[in-house]
């Protein structure tokens, strides 16, 4: 990934030299460049899907966390992108050569308003589809396409800053929880304080479910950022497990910590959503 993609992107925009680049008229190649990296930081392209998996009746609460918005790649007007396609969240500069073979890939040029797909730019248009009202065509790229480029995107990658905002839960923990226990480095928030939030508001996510389960559980995890959300990532965890292992006091209770990387256009629940543009904390859990 080159960040020289960035500085390029930025003049070329700065200048309206994007628009001088060749391309057939509707393709989805370099023309239709600047019309994702417009040089703003608001969300351009969001491509979302279910996880690739379902939650097991054996996993511990706090695992249906990590997919809160399912697997995704997002782009916003500085070319910057999110992928969560791995084991945390990456970030990066796409390319502007990258950035076309991917629109490309998507089919862009035959994005329609009105699209029922979860894949979306900042017009709300989507790829056309046999369900598509009146879209009038029949076909859109496989998701095969969109996992490769997330994987891809992903490597190139880097991991968010440690102060970046962050999504915690905390539960008692259970008889499979493995490891030494590490010390919760809050000062802001106990640990059981920390776990008692984490049981409010997996309530009252759960009581505005039509139908409460497991898969509805989304956008209950607590917000941190900046020191407390870098102190929280610090936190060693075994490999191979879902959450660290934590205490407060020596001999005392233990609790399985569970974190994951938000992205700066979350919700105050923690869910992707089109018109928030920028993640704002929402204080300490109480």
């Known amino acids: 990934m080159r960040e020289l993609g960035l500085t390029v992107a930025v003049g ?3 200048c309206g030299c994007a628009q001088q680049h060749s391309g057939a008229v509707g393709d989805a190649g370099p023309r239709a460049v600047p019309t994702v990296c417009n040089g703003s930081s608001d969300l351009r392209l969001m491509l979302e899907d279910p996880p690739p998996f379902s939650d097991m009746p054996g996993d511990p609460p706090g695992v249906d966390m ?19 396609a791995g084991a945390g969240l990456r970030t990066g500069v796409i390319d502007l050569d990258e950035l076309s073979a991917l629109l490309s890939d998507l089919l862009y040029d035959q994005w329609v308003v009105g699209s029922d797909s979860a894949y979306k730019d900042e017009a709300r248009r989507g790829p056309c589809g046999g369900s598509t009202p009146g879209s009038g065509c029949t076909s859109g790229p496989d998701r095969s396409v969109v996992d490769d480029w997330r994987r891809r995107l992903y490597e190139e990658g880097d991991p968010v800053a440690p102060g970046s905002d962050a999504r915690v839960e905390v539960f008692s923990a259970s008889s499979t929880s493995q490891g030494t226990a590490e010390h919760w480095p809050l000062t802001t928030i106990s640990l059981a304080d920390a776990a008692a939030a984490t049981r409010t508001s997996r309530a009252e996510v759960a009581a505005a479910s039509p139908e409460p389960g497991p898969e509805d559980i989304r956008g209950a995890g607590l917000f941190f950022t900046g020191r ?7 936190v060693p965890r075994e490999a191979g497990t879902p959450a660290a292992l934590v205490t407060d006091q020596e001999g005392g209770p233990l609790y399985d910590l ?16 089109w018109f928030v543009q920028s993640s704002t904390p929402v204080g300490t859990p109480p």
């Open 66 to 84: 990590y997919w809160d918005n399912g697997i995704y790649l997002l782009i916003d007007g500085h070319c910057r992108y999110w992928t969560n």
């Open 12 to 14: 070329l925009l700065a």
């Open 228 to 234: 407390d959300a870098a102190a929280l990532r610090g």
């Open 258 to 273: 569970f974190l994951r990387d938000a992205t700066p256009f979350e919700d105050e629940h923690g869910l992707l959503d």
